[in-house]
């Protein structure tokens, strides 16, 4: 474990003051606890989402579809139709 100096503005005196009193905490212990807190909250930040993901793939100017799933018959319909008139 090591010693560490921190100067505090005024208004972060203050609060550090407020949290001591109304949590009973000593001052190593709010700051552990803040900084834990603050981790947290910067791998949460930090970690992608699924479309993130999604959004991050290269997935090129549109597939090969002839349709929409919503009308797949018709999609059908025009593969047959492409395919046979070859």
Do not use: C, H, W
């Not at 109304?22 to 930090?46: A, F, H, M, R």
């Not at 009308?71 to 319909?77: A, E, N």
């Amino acid at each position: 474990m090591s010693t560490k100096t921190v100067r505090l503005d005024n208004e972060t005196e203050e609060a550090l003051r407020e949290i001591r009193k109304q949590t009973g905490l000593s001052i190593s212990e709010v700051l552990k606890e803040g900084i834990l807190v603050l981790k947290k909250e910067v791998d949460d930040k930090n970690r992608q989402s699924p479309f993130d993901v999604y959004k991050s793939l290269d997935l090129g100017e549109g597939g090969y579809s002839i349709a929409p799933s919503t009308d797949t018959r018709k999609g059908v319909r025009a593969a047959i139709k492409k395919k046979l008139n070859k």
